[in-house]
């Protein structure tokens, strides 16, 4: 079906692959039953070595630790009868015996550390002796306290038996608790062991996460058979086979790049992001009875799928989903799934300009604006719902580009149903569907034989508009969980249309409002494509749209009218389907301009160019994240002349530290609580304090908290400092204060390099 000629490239995309064999259902089950059953043997091999619990202890025949030991094995613990039994084999005098692995204290604080034996003991934590029981003696007792924290530590006890009946126990007790054996499960042999045997025996979330991974497997096997044979059905192009699986690893690469973001925590740093708690309550009322949120249902789904195995796991009893590294796995699922999607979205970008009838080369170009696009690389790795919904409004319009020029009634019924799943994933896709609906519906009715009353009545007769405004209503019931959630589904409405939606508008509802947002519209595309593909974009539409592809434009015109115009504001993630739009446009003239690099050299330089600086602008996000001021400010407050220290926060959690990481309690932005409490130190994000309201007191805090008077100076204030400066408007990097605060001047910042800033104060009389 491609030889014929560029026209008839990618109409019919799936029509070659489907006829490429398949792999027989047995054959598959066969291939992945071996993989689980050697996961399966590994795991059995681990439980009997690295997950026993235990220290390794080393016997020697002499009395200096020195030579090749006699004995090595994985002892329970230390005690007088594992000496016993061990010592009994050996005939000559004095003995020396080492047991060194770790041992997990469970809090931080005062620990106690006894050590009773008949001959010479030493203790050893975080290699520093601790306990001397040294020299010859009967049975002696000795104790020491040192202050730990929780977690791993090293742990070595060295016993020097000079004859007689040995003994040798060990005690610990914490905070001036009553002294207790060491348990055997505190003790482990290697940090892997520990890692290993938290993992499946205390966490109880690696058989959960196991399962959770294969159902996220079985999500992305379609996809991924998908591509294999669409490129198997193009082996005569394998250069451009290569290009392709390298631009989707891109892609993969920089959206896994700084998923870690923020974590662990039991919330977010990325705002409106999917919570795991969100999903985990939405599971126990089953989606129903009421439930709802401030986005639709179908990702709560969707994760909610995911996260099965540890609901179920949960439920039975056998783990606590809420603990810290069960909760984190959740995290990282959660966001995994947005990984996947916005490669998934990327692989259909190029499929769309497959299916317009443009060349692989020009997909290819596409499809990497999208990828490159900064909010694309930021959301493509938090479980916001922005990727979600882009991912299934990419596919309606692949399923509508294929409506428009073959008018397949499969075509129909997909665009219906993938449009649908978009506006059930965020509300505000419903704006793209609202002009290519009529368009679809007036292709109908004028490709209607007849005329007069016989034309009206064979259109309201045509199945393809039947069949889709019933899978579109099938749909959106099963989405909003109708039948069972109606009340809900009545709350999301609510708050989706309440008083505090209109809290949001940004411009007044008038013609120079509406002018002023329409401008700051376009330098949001600017900055999301970057200037020079923007431009190229632009240029796209206005050659491409004219050789009949202009009913592209209406799902962009159609949401720019009926939401952004409605809620008369916007940020740079509700133009990521506009971009995505306009990358199908410039992907072909940038691919033009490739097919003739051989003839002029200046092109070549021109696109080379054009995609480094699309690759710098969406690799410099990622190097922000992973960069972000509040680790530095983490750093600084766990240096150890800070680390008993009382710190409070003042903002809101999202622009702050991690609490968790700094055992820290949020203060409210309210003066008499700073008196009340007297901190030592108050981390704030001076950006954000810039939104104070005039006149309020959260005003007066900060005010009185900038007074030296008030007894607080300013100790640190750290912004990133990026490789190379972002490109755009100031305004969508960073906030400026008024009163200079980052650098003189209040419009002109003097270093556009800098993300974000954050200040500690501490009291001056301290």
């Not at 009949?548 to 015109?557: N, V």
Request: hydrophobic content about 45%; glycine content about 10%; aromatic content about 12%.
């Amino acid at each position: 079906e491609h030889v014929g000629g560029p026209e008839h490239r990618g109409v019919r995309i799936g029509a070659v692959s489907e006829r490429l064999p398949r792999a027989s259902p047995a054959r598959t089950i066969r291939r992945h039953g071996l993989g689980f059953l050697v996961l399966a043997s590994l795991c059995a091999l681990a439980w009997h070595t690295a997950l026993r619990p235990g220290l390794v202890g080393r016997y020697y025949a002499g009395g200096a630790w020195s030579g090749t030991p006699t004995l090595v094995v994985v002892d329970d613990g230390v005690s007088t009868d594992t000496v016993v039994a061990r010592l009994a084999t050996f005939d000559d005098l004095p003995q020396s015996v080492s047991w060194d692995g770790f041992i997990h204290l469970v809090a931080a604080g005062s620990h106690t550390f006894t050590v009773t034996s008949t001959g010479a003991a030493w203790l050893f934590l975080d290699d520093r002796l601790l306990v001397d029981n040294g020299g010859s003696h009967e049975t002696l007792t000795v104790s020491a306290t040192t202050r730990a924290a929780a977690g791993l530590h090293a742990f070595e006890v060295r016993y020097l038996s000079a004859g007689g009946d040995p003994t040798l126990e060990l005690t610990t007790g914490f905070d001036g608790e009553a002294p207790t054996p060491i348990a055997r499960s505190a003790l482990f042999p290697s940090p892997i062991a520990y890692a290993i045997r938290r993992a499946v025996t205390l966490e109880g979330y690696l058989l959960p996460l196991l399962w959770s991974l294969v159902l996220v497997g079985l999500l992305a096997w379609r996809p991924l058979a998908h591509l294999r044979r669409h490129c198997a059905a193009r082996r005569f192009e394998p250069r451009v086979n290569l290009a392709l699986y390298g631009l989707l690893t891109l892609s993969l690469v920089l959206n896994v790049c700084g998923v870690w973001w923020g974590l662990p925590q039991f919330w977010s740093w990325a705002p409106d992001e999917l919570l795991p708690r969100d999903v985990l309550e939405g599971l126990q009322e089953s989606f129903s009875g009421g439930w709802s949120t401030i986005y639709p249902p179908v990702h709560y789904y969707l994760l909610g799928f995911i996260f099965l195995p540890f609901h179920v796991a949960g439920r039975l009893g056998l783990t606590d989903v809420w603990a810290d590294h069960r909760y984190l796995a959740l995290y990282l699922l959660a966001r995994s799934v947005s990984v996947l999607m916005a490669v998934g979205t990327v692989y259909v970008v190029y499929l769309c300009s497959l299916e317009l009838g443009k060349s692989r080369l020009a997909g290819l170009c596409g499809a990497i604006l999208v990828a490159l696009m900064p909010p694309f690389v930021f959301y493509g790795k938090l479980a916001n719902v922005d990727i979600p919904y882009l991912c299934w409004f990419a596919l309606s319009i692949l399923f509508y580009i294929r409506a428009v020029r073959t008018d397949e009634r499969r075509a129909y019924w997909w665009f219906a149903v993938t449009g649908m799943l978009a506006v059930c994933t965020k509300d505000q896709a419903y704006g793209f569907y609202v002009l290519p609906a009529v368009h679809l519906i007036w292709r109908r009715y004028r490709s209607t034989t007849g005329a007069g009353w016989a034309r009206v009545q064979g259109f309201a007769a045509d199945r393809r508009l039947w069949l889709s405004f019933g899978g579109a209503v099938l749909v959106f019931v099963v989405g909003h969980n109708l039948l069972f959630n109606a009340a809900g589904f009545v709350d999301h409405v609510g708050i989706i249309t309440g008083d505090a939606s209109q809290d949001y508008q940004m411009w007044d509802r008038s013609l120079a409002g509406h002018l002023a947002m329409a401008g700051q519209a376009v330098v949001q595309l600017s900055w999301m494509l970057g200037w020079p593909a923007f431009v190229v974009c632009v240029a796209g539409v206005m050659s491409q749209g004219a050789r009949g592809d202009r009913f592209l434009l209406l799902p962009a015109l159609s949401y720019y009218v009926f939401f952004i115009s409605v809620v008369m504001y916007h940020f740079d993630r509700f133009f990521l389907g506009v971009g995505l739009l306009l990358a199908l446009y410039g992907g072909p003239l940038i691919a033009s301009q490739l097919e003739s690099l051989t003839r002029v050299g200046w092109r070549r330089l021109g696109v080379a160019a054009l995609l480094l600086y699309g690759l710098c602008n969406g690799a410099l996000v990622d190097v922000m994240m992973v960069n972000d001021a509040r680790y530095y400010v983490e750093r600084w407050l766990r240096r150890p002349d800070h680390l008993n220290a009382s710190v409070r926060m003042a903002g809101f959690d999202i622009y702050l530290p991690r609490f968790d990481e700094l055992r820290t309690a949020e203060i409210s932005r309210y003066w008499p609580d700073v008196v009340e409490t007297q901190p030592r130190f108050i981390v704030m994000n001076r950006g954000f304090s810039c939104r104070a309201i005039p006149d309020s007191e959260e005003e007066e805090f900060y005010a009185r908290l900038a007074n030296p008077a008030n007894g607080y100076r300013r100790v640190v204030a750290h912004r990133y400092q990026t490789p190379w400066p972002p490109v755009g408007s100031a305004r969508l990097w960073r906030a400026v204060c008024p009163d200079g605060f980052f650098e003189p001047g209040h419009d002109q910042p003097r270093d556009p390099g800098v993300r974000a800033r954050r200040s500690v104060s501490i009291p001056r009389t301290t």
